[in-house]
């Protein structure tokens, strides 16, 4: 393909991209319950509009864009209280909770570089809930993830393995307040004083939803304490754009104070050009993204949250008590925040997903690891309120559905012909070959994918990652 030889008229632009968005899931119906986090259409042209109002200002150079430098403290400012910080606490705004992440393992081993220079190969501590970025962190960084088991009832981290998986070479402990999986808190208190006790960097990822805790403890809900208050707590990664409602990608790291700060923070000056000195990973960047988070969060105002909260915790209440009511499915644990995860010891879970799709719901699966089985996860946001009578209804006749149908093709050649066979070495051909007879083909994934996820269930982490990869690869080829 090449780009066009004349300049296309504007009319036909936005024609064809509104025809690339066909596919897409319908975000906009309240009944997608991942990915997008949808605050109303008022709150959401008010973000689009300070977006757009910034959209060329360049975060490479605040001293040239001072607007910038104002709106970038001032929002660490504003989430620095949220969470209970003095004035010693200090934050840059990122692309999202990944960059945030990435930020704050690079501050924990570039501190301990100074600190601990005969570690070669730094050790962080993730309990197996912690978010995948983690481990994106530690891959690009150089750190070593060693991840320990959570508690198999409340899917909490457990601090006496925690404390067993600190080696000479750890420097840094991760605790989730929620997390992604199963919208529960870790015990971030007793992991800070592990933390304080062992002179390690101590994380908590609010990401997913630490935003909307303080609300929900001001509604009556037990919240463990997991910010500033807490000693020992080094750092906090916090996403706006999920549970804040901004448009994406907002995103704060937060530190406790500036001599922590200063080891995330990237300089040179060993080329001819002008001195580079970043805040974050990215050097260009748009001031979009925090114009919009600006405006939102003083749009929607501490009133309008503590009301969000609110009705999104009746929702969680009534979805929560609902699958406990339909036979076949179980919660695996009651949630903190507003993220479900149940599943079903007699049901394929794959196949309910599948059934509730086809109703044009959008449930998110999740593959098990550890201890945590197959499950279905929601992710309830303040558009999916009202929803719940409908999404329960159409859940118990999924249920129903999914009991009569059986593993697909590829899940039983996984499950059968390959069970014991070493597929550490398969290649990217014979994997292309196995997605291809599950009906993956040219990037295109079937409008079922039970047997796909399945078979994924099937495989060991290692291997799911390599047919991913094999896929991916595959997919971003010229159209």
Not at 406 to 417: A, F, R, V
Request: net charge negative.
């Amino acid at each position: 393909m090449q780009i066009a030889k004349k300049g296309m008229a504007k009319k036909a632009i936005f024609e064809r991209l509104t025809e690339f968005r066909e596919n897409d899931i319908k975000w906009q119906e309240g009944r997608t319950y991942g990915y997008v986090f949808d605050p109303g259409k008022a709150t959401m042209e008010v973000g689009k509009a300070a977006y757009n109002e910034f959209l060329s200002e360049n975060g490479l150079d605040f001293t040239v864009f001072r607007s910038l430098l104002r709106l970038e403290r001032e929002l660490a400012a504003f989430v620095a209280s949220h969470l209970r910080g003095d004035s010693q606490v200090v934050g840059n705004f990122t692309s999202g909770g990944t960059e945030s992440i990435i930020l704050a393992v690079k501050a924990a081993r570039d501190c301990y570089r100074e600190k601990r220079p005969d570690i070669t190969v730094p050790e962080m501590i993730l309990p197996a809930t912690a978010h995948a970025a983690f481990h994106k962190a530690a891959h690009y960084l150089g750190v070593k993830a060693v991840t320990v088991s959570v508690d198999p009832q409340s899917f909490r981290a457990d601090v006496q393995k925690t404390k067993s998986a600190i080696t000479g070479r750890s420097i840094m402990i991760v605790g989730s307040a929620p997390s992604y999986a199963h919208g529960v808190v870790d015990p971030i208190a007793d992991l800070a004083a592990l933390a304080q006790e062992n002179d390690l960097w101590m994380h908590t990822d609010a990401c997913m939803g630490g935003f909307l805790l303080p609300y929900l403890r001001r509604l009556g809900q037990q919240v463990p304490d997991f910010d500033f208050t807490v000693p020992g707590v080094t750092s906090i990664s916090v996403d706006l754009h999920k549970y804040a409602y901004t448009p994406k990608g907002a995103s704060l790291i937060l530190y406790r104070n500036k001599a922590l700060r200063r080891h995330q923070i990237y300089a040179c000056s060993r080329w001819i050009g002008y001195t580079i000195v970043n805040n974050a990973v990215q050097s260009s960047r748009s001031g979009g993204p925090m114009a919009a988070a600006w405006a939102v969060l003083n749009y929607v105002g501490d009133e309008g949250y503590l009301e969000i909260a609110r009705k999104k915790l009746a929702a969680v209440k009534k979805i929560t008590d609902g699958i406990d009511r339909i036979d076949g499915l179980r919660l695996l644990t009651r949630p903190d925040m507003c993220l479900i995860s149940f599943t079903s010891d007699e049901v394929n879970v794959f196949y309910i997903i599948d059934e509730m799709n086809q109703r044009g719901w959008y449930i998110q699966p999740s593959l098990s690891f550890d201890n945590s089985p197959a499950h279905i996860h929601l992710s309830v946001s303040a558009s999916n309120v009202g929803w719940e009578e409908e999404l329960l209804e159409n859940l118990a006749e999924c249920v129903h559905i999914a009991r009569s149908l059986p593993d697909g093709e590829l899940t039983g050649l996984i499950k059968g012909n390959l069970k014991g066979v070493d597929l550490s070495a398969i290649s990217d051909t014979e994997i292309m070959g196995l997605l291809a007879a599950a009906g993956v083909t040219d990037g295109a994934l079937p409008s079922r994918m039970a047997d796909i996820n399945g078979a994924l269930d099937a495989l060991p982490a290692q291997v799911r990652e390599r047919v991913l990869t094999a896929f991916v690869n595959d997919m971003f080829s010229q159209p």
